[in-house]
């Protein structure tokens, strides 16, 4: 029975990163091209992706690129050139949120659905796999049997599920309060986040339940722990989020992944890596140094009480002292041995529960060992402006120079396990040599060359030494796993001669590996055309073109609405619909209620109200499902602003003056 390969699929802001991201272990790089990306800030030019591809493809891995937003009628043909430039860049795949490309004429390049299109049931996945998905990855909201039914559905496709970095509110794909509040669309990769702002929540009689707080952010993802069972459900591919991300998060959480997931296949016998090479750091990778607002593991296992960073969005950082002295120009701090640097961060919560943070200037060791911390101070500030800095508070570091520095050198090698074997040969009737370089997988690299050959005058040490210098791979991506001599006796052969021989066979492995390189093939869909599970779409099916919108129509839809995006849903909406609960969280959920001796019957599913500002948003609350509605209407500016620009879109009713 073949052996599962697991994949590992880092993100890349840039090519830089992405280079990196394969070099500390990635099977495959999710990046943005040129354009319609989901993160329009990460965007990169073709040559980039390119360079990418080319370095990937050495190790086997693969390069997927974003063609992930929703696109308006006039971006359809723009977006169609772009997905051929970037098949002859060298991408794998493209990762595709918008129907309407699925009617256009694209080059022959696997197409994997986006988290923006929302699987959460197999019927939907059913679907994307027989209209011609090969690998989707799935709503970060589902459990472990959920994803296993899923996985029965679809034989055919590759699931993928986000194993790391942070968890957007909404189910993506189903959020516009961005869009609603500020005109950016999260769809169109320019999302506010407006999920981690501080809210006043408020309920039926105008109460106040909690003041100030970012009800709506969330912890990071963190299932590292969960491994195993994701791959017992049907996950093959373990995406990292970030393609925002700094190098050194990069490096850090890929490389933390990477030795999760090879200990995972050391275990098992019925799986394989995706790519070819071993990673070796010069670090320990170590996720909670990177950004993050702590961690949680969602609903994998089911519906858990401590998935919110209410307190701040921000990034608290890792535990490092107690301060021992305020003074009046610096502090002093207990770090147990740790040494702080020029530089570093350090963070403390205040009496009201907000993070606080500063940076250091100056930090200089006293001889109790205890740290003595100037902190850089902006123009004008006192140390009596550093709230609720005192005496025996516990002070965190969320930047360590340190640990920058060290992930800002080159930290990691990959290198791919090969065989040598040093043969005696006949060149044109003359004596030679013969270097056979062969990976894991049967690519050979041969190399000849004639040379007199002579006689050792001591066989024991010129053996060692052939094998010395047939074994010197290191300014390649190979190293040597077994050194074979197949000669008659030891012979003394010139170190150049070797070298030569090395270089030589190496170049003919890498062309067999290029050579022998398969593109992923393109699936094909099902005929007739499979039929969409609904037979009525409303806006939260983001149809923004009318090649959707005829997408839909050929797979049996009848009613196809408009996306937000179209403003025709102007009213109140759902701006939001998200699995975490905010009645749950603050323990006034009926469920949490039930046989409660007391309690049971007096709380009630009522809306509650979120205030930030001047705006005010419902949250409604739908049981059987155990889901959350945030519902809300677009502000006026935001209509008047976007009905000025000349857009040309899908819309199911004729356009109409915005006041």
């Not at 880092?10 to 319609?36: K, S």
């Not at 609603?180 to 999302?191: D, L, M, P, Q, V």
């Not at 991506?477 to 010139?494: D, M, T, Y």
């Not at 699995?579 to 049971?600: D, E, F």
Request: net charge neutral; with cysteine.
């Amino acid at each position: 029975m073949p052996r599962a390969a697991l994949e590992l699929l880092a993100p890349a802001r840039d090519a830089g990163i992405g280079i990196e991201a394969v070099n500390h272990g990635a099977d495959a790089v999710y990046i943005g091209g040129p354009g319609f990306g989901a993160r329009d800030k990460a965007a990169n030019d073709l040559a980039d992706i390119e360079r990418l591809a080319r370095h990937a493809h050495r190790y086997g891995a693969r390069i997927f690129v974003t063609l992930n937003t929703i696109l308006r009628d006039d971006e359809l043909e723009p977006a169609r050139r772009l997905a051929w430039q970037l098949h002859a860049a060298g991408a794998d795949a493209l990762i595709v949120q918008d129907m309407g490309l699925l009617e256009l004429e694209l080059p022959p390049i696997q197409l994997h659905a986006s988290t923006q299109t929302d699987i959460r049931g197999a019927a939907k996945a059913r679907f994307l796999q027989d209209v011609g998905f090969s690998q989707m990855v799935l709503a970060r909201e589902l459990d472990l049997t959920q994803i296993g039914a899923i996985a029965a559905a679809v034989p055919r496709a590759t699931l993928e599920f986000f194993v790391h970095g942070a968890l957007c509110v909404a189910y993506s794909g189903q959020c516009f309060i961005s869009h609603a509040h500020t005109g950016r669309s999260a769809n169109r990769g320019n999302c506010s986040q407006e999920c981690r702002l501080p809210y006043t929540v408020t309920d039926g009689q105008g109460r106040i339940v909690a003041h100030d707080k970012h009800v709506l952010s969330l912890k990071d993802n963190d299932q590292s722990a969960n491994l195993e069972a994701l791959v017992d459900a049907g996950i093959r591919s373990f995406k990292i989020e970030g393609r925002y991300k700094d190098l050194a998060t990069v490096k850090n959480v890929t490389a933390h992944y990477r030795r999760l997931v090879d200990a995972l296949i050391e275990r098992r016998s019925d799986l394989q890596p995706a790519s070819d090479g071993r990673c070796r750091t010069t670090f320990v990778p170590d996720p909670g140094r990177a950004y993050n607002r702590g961690g949680t593991d969602y609903f994998v296992h089911g519906r858990r009480d401590d998935i919110g960073a209410f307190d701040s969005p921000k990034h608290a950082g890792l535990p490092l002292g107690r301060v021992t002295r305020v003074g009046a120009d610096d502090f002093e701090i207990d770090t147990a041995g740790a040494a702080v640097h020029n530089g570093d961060a350090l963070t403390w919560w205040d009496r009201q529960g907000e993070l606080q943070g500063i940076p250091v200037n100056t930090a200089t060791k006293g001889a109790d060992g205890r740290w003595r911390i100037a902190p850089n101070l902006r123009a004008g500030q006192t140390m009596a402006d550093l709230k609720d800095l005192r005496r025996d508070l516990e002070i965190g570091r969320n930047r360590d120079m340190a640990w920058e520095q060290l992930l800002a050198r080159p930290s990691a090698e990959r290198r791919i396990a090969v065989d040598l074997t040093l043969a005696q040969t006949r060149i044109d009737d003359a004596d030679g040599l013969e270097l056979t370089l062969k990976d894991a997988a049967g690519h050979r690299g041969v190399a000849r060359v004639a040379q007199v050959l002579e006689p050792a005058r001591d066989a024991t040490r010129a053996e060692a030494a052939l094998q010395e210098h047939l074994g010197k791979l290191g300014a390649t991506i190979f190293e040597p796993r077994r050194i074979r001599l197949a000669l008659r006796q030891p012979w003394f052969v010139p170190p150049s001669v070797l070298a030569a021989l090395r270089r030589e066979a190496v170049a003919a492995l890498e062309a067999a590996r290029a050579a022998a390189f398969e593109p992923l093939p393109r699936a094909q869909p099902v005929e007739p055309p499979a039929p969409y599970p609904e037979d009525t779409l409303s806006y939260l099916a983001n149809v923004y073109n009318g090649r959707a919108a005829a997408f839909y129509a050929r797979h049996g839809v009848r009613l196809v609405e408009a996306a937000y995006e179209s403003h025709e849903a102007l009213g109140e909406v759902s701006l939001m619909i998200t699995k975490h609960c905010v009645r749950w969280s603050l323990s006034l959920c009926p469920k949490q209620a039930k046989g409660v001796i007391g309690v049971q019957g007096q709380v009630r599913a009522e809306p509650l109200t979120l205030q930030q500002g001047d705006d005010r948003l419902t949250l409604r609350f739908d049981c059987k499902p155990c889901e959350m509605h945030v519902v809300g209407a677009m502000r006026r500016n935001v209509l008047r602003q976007l009905a000025a620009e000349p857009l040309t879109f899908y819309r199911t009713r004729p356009a109409r003056r915005q006041a």
